[in-house]
């Protein structure tokens, strides 16, 4: 079965400090993966996505998430962490051709000033 | 600015009564989701529609779930009846047909502001 697992609640990280926050994921064939950020009582936004191609991928609010295929991860990163970036992040794969998205259970960001 | 519209935002209601929400999706997107959040399960895939027709309700208590799509630009997810562990925040997402020759989506979603559920 297709799965992520986020095996962080939350991540601390002082602002003007990279941060990191893990998924690894388990499919059969070819992922699609994806990254999306949940703001206090707001619905999902799309940060990125590998389909495939390079294995760093770039996203929005300078965000980045590296494809690791022997590890099967899929890392989310940003170099320089913003207090605005504390929000709940999810991990998503794609399951087959059905466009369906199976989330992770989220991990909660906080970065202190 | 193209965006998912649910109604209502917020309802609170009594056990036993029915609860109708509403989705506008973006226009031109053919796919829509029914996703449930909850601080236990997180978030959970319900039912799921390409072109209107359904596609995947796995996810759904078929007992006292249904949704439906009656044209491309409402999709509803009905309760009865509710019951108190209904309560949750329900998001609809849509997503764009894709393009190529196949018009494959790669799966980018996107989602309402959700409609906050209380059963009492």
């Known amino acids: 079965a297709q799965s992520v697992a986020q095996p962080e609640d939350q991540v601390n990280v002082a602002e003007g400090n990279p941060l990191t926050v893990k998924c690894t994921y388990s499919?059969?064939?070819?992922?699609?993966l994806f990254w999306y950020v949940q703001y206090p009582n707001r619905g999902l936004q799309f940060l990125l996505k590998?389909?495939?191609?390079?294995?760093l991928v770039k996203g929005s609010y300078g965000f980045e998430a590296e494809f690791n295929k022997s590890q099967t991860s899929f890392h989310l990163k940003k170099p320089s962490a913003l207090v605005s970036d504390s929000a709940l992040y999810f991990c998503?794969?794609?399951?087959?051709?059905?466009?369906?998205?199976?989330f992770g259970s989220g991990t909660r960001l906080l970065v202190r000033p | 600015d193209a965006r998912v519209t649910q109604t209502p935002r917020h309802k609170v209601t009594e056990m036993g009564q029915e609860v109708t929400m509403r989705c506008q999706p973006i226009?031109?997107?053919?796919?829509v989701f029914w996703y449930r959040q909850t601080m236990m399960q997180g978030l959970e895939l319900l039912a799921y529609?390409?072109?209107?027709?359904?596609?995947?309700d796995s996810g759904m208590p078929k007992d006292r779930f249904s949704a439906e799509m009656p044209d491309a630009t409402l999709a509803t997810l009905k309760i009865q009846p509710s019951e108190p562990r209904d309560s949750a925040v329900y998001f609809c997402?849509?997503?764009?047909?894709?393009?190529?020759?196949?018009?494959?989506?790669?799966?980018?979603?996107?989602f309402g502001e959700g409609s906050r559920l209380t059963v009492l």
């Open positions: 529609f390409r072109n209107r027709a359904p596609l995947d």
């Open positions: 590998y389909i495939t191609g390079d294995n």
């Open positions: 997402a849509s997503g764009p047909a894709g393009t190529g020759p196949v018009r494959v989506n790669t799966g980018e979603l996107f």
């Open positions: 499919v059969s064939g070819n992922p699609y």
């Open positions: 998503a794969v794609r399951v087959d051709s059905s466009y369906k998205l199976i």
């Open positions: 226009l031109g997107h053919n796919t």
